[in-house]
């Protein structure tokens, strides 16, 4: 047979590397496929934001004392919905570490908020949804959101049955608030001498069915 040219045989190798070339790509590409799954990044992405940090309130408390609570469970294969809580859902309450303060002394103020449904759901406990409020009467003196200082959310479960109290208090200094005033040290102070003052709260967007009476001497 008569000998093939330099040209022929370049030209033939040529083919060979390109089909290699192809070949591994396939491979190379099913492979990745396999492993990485973009796909799955969609299913990912509809999960729950996680819980950012915060001081205000302390999510993993234990249940109420009654422990009665049902509880819900997921069917074998399916993620459970946990859906945002309703009015219906929870009960708030104000707080305050004392019924009666004595001349000088500074009244601290929490929350308790509870899960009264029978399913597990969600709310926003940070700072962006607390709102503390003193009256006396129809005046309101004081209210914890007009110097609020770079507010935060943080969204929770909170249990079926469960109660949570705020995990550090918020201090009144017995004066008179405003957003104008926030860093004026001579504000008006609350009168004393056994006046009455009324602490009510909210937090993610649920108000304290009633409001806690303090007074001030």
Same mark, same amino acid.
Request: glycine content about 8%; proline content about 7%; hydrophobic content about 35%.
């Given at each position: 047979?008569?000998?093939?040219?330099?040209?022929?045989?370049?030209?033939?190798?040529?083919?060979?590397?390109?089909?290699?070339?192809?070949?591994?790509?396939?491979?190379?590409?099913?492979? !990745?496929?396999?492993?990485?799954?973009? !796909?799955?990044?969609?299913?990912?992405?509809?999960?729950?934001?996680?819980?950012?940090?915060?001081?205000?309130?302390?999510?993993?408390?234990?249940?109420?004392?009654?422990?009665?609570?049902?509880?819900?469970?997921?069917?074998?294969?399916?993620?459970?919905?946990?859906?945002?809580?309703?009015?219906?859902?929870?009960?708030?309450?104000?707080?305050?570490?004392?019924?009666?303060?004595?001349?000088?002394?500074?009244?601290?103020?929490?929350?308790?908020?509870?899960?009264?449904?029978?399913?597990?759901?969600?709310?926003?406990?940070?700072?962006?949804?607390?709102?503390?409020?003193?009256?006396?009467?129809?005046?309101? !003196?004081?209210?914890?959101?007009?110097?609020?200082?770079?507010?935060?959310?943080?969204?929770?479960?909170?249990?079926?049955?469960?109660?949570?109290?705020?995990?550090?208090?918020?201090?009144?200094?017995?004066?008179?608030?405003?957003?104008?005033?926030?860093?004026?040290?001579?504000?008006?102070?609350?009168?004393?001498?056994?006046?009455?003052?009324?602490?009510?709260?909210?937090?993610?967007?649920?108000?304290?069915?009633?409001?806690?009476?303090?007074?001030?001497?």
């Amino acid at each position: 047979m008569p000998r093939q040219s330099a040209a022929v045989y370049r030209r033939r190798r040529l083919v060979v590397i390109l089909l290699a070339i192809v070949l591994i790509a396939a491979i190379g590409g099913g492979v !990745w496929l396999a492993i990485a799954q973009p !796909w799955s990044k969609k299913a990912d992405a509809k999960a729950g934001p996680s819980p950012s940090t915060s001081a205000s309130v302390e999510v993993d408390a234990s249940p109420s004392p009654s422990g009665d609570a049902p509880k819900v469970e997921p069917t074998p294969g399916e993620t459970p919905i946990i859906v945002a809580c309703t009015a219906a859902d929870v009960t708030v309450d104000a707080l305050t570490d004392a019924s009666t303060y004595a001349a000088g002394q500074n009244p601290q103020l929490s929350i308790r908020l509870k899960n009264t449904g029978a399913k597990d759901c969600t709310i926003n406990v940070g700072s962006t949804t607390q709102k503390f409020t003193v009256s006396s009467g129809s005046d309101v !003196w004081w209210r914890s959101t007009d110097c609020q200082k770079d507010p935060s959310d943080m969204i929770v479960t909170l249990k079926a049955g469960q109660s949570v109290d705020s995990a550090q208090p918020v201090v009144w200094d017995r004066t008179r608030s405003s957003v104008n005033t926030c860093g004026d040290k001579n504000r008006p102070k609350a009168p004393g001498g056994g006046a009455s003052y009324h602490v009510s709260v909210s937090i993610g967007g649920f108000d304290s069915a009633q409001s806690e009476q303090i007074l001030l001497y």
